[in-house]
């Protein structure tokens, strides 16, 4: 039998390709959307990611359908982590888009509440299922690269000022741009170094004079035990975005950019080790698209939920993620 999910929301950047992998994993069926904004309503039925398929009437009809086993959540930002709560209350799994909210201790007592009843929390992190990162983090825990002391992410953007994911719109959140995009990094990084015993984090606003409170170039710096990490986000980066994860080790360095596509990473040896030999190399990787990232993500959910092995990150783990997130913006205590 499928995995029948519902998804919650239409406005959050990823829900249509969500929503196609539902769609088109043989062992999911999408039972239908809940879109509580009319307007946003409207302009996903006009895409063919919503097509045919069943709108609900309201909340109460999606999450009181018994048969509905797990929720992708896909509201905006400043209303997800609410439309996160009333699923778990009603019992379901959630897929959740990133980031999961501002208010720190809602989260917490979300991932409480769903751990006291058995359900799964898998938020929305896709690059965790890309195969350029999975290796680097490989060679970094498998030794490849030594004792790692410092890793750099830049995961950089361009989007314009008005619109439903525009600058205006993240204005609302402090760290801007940070706070929209730096969970995908931070995922890695945490996985790589565990939490930060100190965070700090500088927020400008360089391009944007219209929206005067949104941060549009932006840094996190995480000191860890024995390594430091660097996270910096911009708003307004030439395309194609130059977007580069860098992972430094006593032993060796494997760097990608760019990650989205990313045709090749490259390793750097100062011994032949594992089958690499020493000095510089290029590793070749196959074509990702986002949406196959989206259908790894959704593959490893029903995994879970089938009991066919444990979710690929605890919820400590996602709760390090957006604590480490909430440290940097201020919404979390440092």
Same mark, same amino acid.
């Given at each position: 039998?499928?995995?029948?999910?519902?998804?919650?929301?239409?406005?959050?950047?990823?829900?249509?390709?969500?929503?196609?992998?539902?769609?088109?994993?043989?062992?999911?069926?999408?039972?239908?959307?809940?879109?509580?904004?009319?307007?946003?309503?409207?302009?996903?039925?006009?895409?063919?990611?919503?097509?045919?398929?069943?709108?609900?009437?309201?909340?109460?009809?999606?999450?009181g359908?018994?048969?509905?086993?797990?929720?992708a959540?896909?509201?905006?930002n400043?209303?997800?982590?609410?439309?996160?709560?009333?699923?778990?209350?009603?019992?379901?799994?959630?897929?959740?888009?990133?980031?999961?909210?501002?208010?720190?201790?809602?989260?917490?007592?979300?991932?409480?509440?769903?751990?006291?009843?058995?359900?799964?929390?898998?938020?929305?992190?896709?690059?965790?299922?890309?195969?350029?990162?999975?290796?680097?983090?490989?060679?970094?825990?498998?030794?490849?690269?030594?004792?790692?002391?410092?890793?750099?992410?830049?995961?950089?953007?361009?989007i314009?000022?008005?619109?439903?994911n525009?600058?205006?719109?993240?204005?609302?959140?402090?760290?801007?741009?940070?706070?929209?995009?730096?969970?995908?990094? $931070?995922d890695?990084v945490?996985? $790589?170094?565990?939490?930060?015993?100190?965070?700090?984090?500088?927020?400008?606003?360089?391009?944007?004079?219209?929206?005067?409170?949104?941060?549009?170039?932006?840094?996190?710096?995480?000191?860890?035990?024995?390594?430091?990490?660097?996270?910096?986000?911009?708003?307004?980066?030439?395309?194609?975005?130059?977007?580069?994860?860098?992972?430094?080790?006593?032993?060796?360095?494997?760097?990608?950019?760019?990650?989205?596509?990313?045709?090749?990473?490259?390793?750097?040896?100062?011994?032949?080790?594992?089958?690499?030999?020493?000095?510089?190399?290029?590793?070749? $990787?196959?074509?990702?698209?986002?949406?196959?990232?989206?259908?790894?993500?959704?593959?490893?959910?029903?995994?879970?939920?089938?009991?066919?092995?444990?979710?690929?990150?605890?919820?400590?783990?996602?709760?390090?993620?957006?604590?480490?997130?909430?440290?940097?913006?201020?919404?979390?205590?440092?």
């Open positions: 039998m499928p995995i029948l999910i519902a998804q919650y929301g239409t406005k959050h950047g990823h829900a249509a390709g969500k929503a196609r992998a539902v769609r088109t994993n043989p062992d999911t069926e999408l039972t239908g959307i809940f879109e509580p904004d009319p307007i946003a309503r409207a302009e996903a039925e006009a895409n063919e990611a919503y097509r045919d398929v069943r709108w609900y009437r309201s909340r109460d009809e999606m999450l359908d018994p048969r509905v086993q797990a929720v959540i896909e509201g905006q400043s209303e997800s982590l609410a439309m996160a709560g009333e699923a778990i209350d009603a019992g379901k799994h959630l897929w959740y888009d990133k980031p999961a909210g501002d208010d720190w201790p809602a989260f917490q007592s979300l991932v409480a509440r769903a751990r006291s009843r058995a359900l799964v929390i898998q938020m929305g992190y896709m690059f965790r299922y890309h195969d350029g990162f999975r290796r680097i983090v490989d060679w970094a825990k498998g030794g490849v690269l030594g004792d790692v002391f410092s890793v750099r992410a830049h995961m950089s953007t361009s314009p000022v008005r619109g439903r525009g600058r205006e719109v993240i204005s609302r959140h402090r760290g801007g741009i940070f706070y929209d995009l730096a969970g995908h990094m $931070l890695q945490v996985w $790589l170094c565990g939490r930060p015993r100190s965070v700090q984090a500088f927020f400008r606003n360089d391009a944007t004079p219209d929206v005067a409170s949104f941060s549009d170039n932006t840094l996190g710096v995480f000191e860890f035990d024995r390594a430091l990490a660097f996270v910096d986000i911009a708003a307004m980066e030439a395309r194609p975005m130059a977007r580069r994860f860098e992972v430094y080790g006593t032993q060796g360095t494997a760097l990608m950019e760019p990650f989205e596509p990313a045709p090749v990473l490259w390793l750097c040896l100062e011994q032949a080790r594992e089958g690499y030999v020493a000095g510089q190399q290029p590793v070749p $990787l196959d074509r990702q698209p986002r949406q196959t990232l989206y259908d790894r993500e959704l593959a490893a959910l029903v995994a879970s939920l089938n009991g066919a092995q444990p979710p690929d990150r605890s919820l400590d783990h996602e709760l390090l993620v957006q604590e480490t997130l909430l440290r940097a913006t201020g919404g979390a205590p440092d």
